[in-house]
């Protein structure tokens, strides 16, 4: 499942959590790009919104269909800006050239959301609101359509405790790497009597270890916990010995 916080970050949204929300919804964005082969198909049977004539009709035009209906309405009565959206949206489509209409990225997705949201439904001869969701679900869909901040901020907190979590494992990993090449000295050493010649691991690394744990053990518990565990219940008994060692000393 997409975080909405993340997708927000990567592109560089800012503004309040209302704000960022508006700019996700307003994104188009969808799951995977759409390939143009299933789109021009779909376009044609069964939505009817863009057929290519077997031949030139009278005033030259090559195709039919309610989207082209709406771009000679557009291109005659639009403003600047929904022509340029639209007539880069139908070049896009109609380039034999192209193999994607890549909606995954906000300069394709953005343009035709904007059309959806601007005609989809206003004239029986237009694409209905539904015919529009319709080629968005060729591409898994819009992903935010739906989006509330009440869900962007729970993707925050979800990403934030991700990101946290890995930075704990990657510090305890660390701190692991260290107790490992003690560890193998020590049995070294031992296995060859030269025990007098260890190189000892400090307290306060050993103290480090049992913290990283400790903290990696809390954004367990806050991420997977049911209410009934405490947080020693994720860590591995064998740092709790450690942990009960360095107490005594």
Do not use: C
């Not at 709406?70 to 403003?79: A, D, H, I, K």
Request: hydrophobic share 40%.
């Amino acid at each position: 499942m997409t975080n909405a916080y993340k997708t927000a970050q990567d592109l560089g949204f800012t503004g309040t959590p209302e704000e960022i929300v508006a700019q996700l919804v307003a994104s188009g964005l969808t799951a995977r790009p759409i390939q143009l082969d299933d789109l021009m198909a779909y376009l044609n049977i069964p939505l009817g919104m863009l057929r290519r004539l077997p031949r030139a009709d009278s005033d030259g035009s090559k195709w039919s269909g309610s989207l082209f209906n709406l771009l000679l309405w557009v291109n005659e009565n639009g403003t600047q800006q929904q022509k340029d959206g639209l007539n880069s949206f139908f070049s896009h489509i109609t380039n034999d050239r192209n193999r994607t209409f890549d909606t995954t990225k906000p300069e394709f997705a953005a343009q035709f959301w904007q059309v959806a949201q601007m005609f989809g439904g206003t004239a029986p001869q237009f694409p209905s609101a539904e015919d529009f969701a319709a080629v968005a679900a060729l591409g898994g869909g819009w992903l935010f359509a739906d989006l509330t901040v009440q869900k962007y901020n729970a993707d925050k907190v979800s990403y934030e405790l991700q990101q946290a979590a890995q930075s704990a494992l990657a510090a305890l990993q660390t701190r692991r790497q260290k107790w490992d090449q003690v560890s193998a000295e020590w049995r070294s050493k031992i296995e060859t009597g030269q025990v007098g010649d260890v190189v000892v691991i400090s307290r306060a690394d050993l103290a480090q270890i049992v913290d990283d744990v400790t903290n990696l053990a809390e954004l367990i518990l806050g991420d997977r916990g049911t209410g009934n565990e405490t947080v020693d219940d994720f860590i591995p008994d064998s740092v709790k010995s450690l942990r009960s060692t360095l107490e005594a000393l």
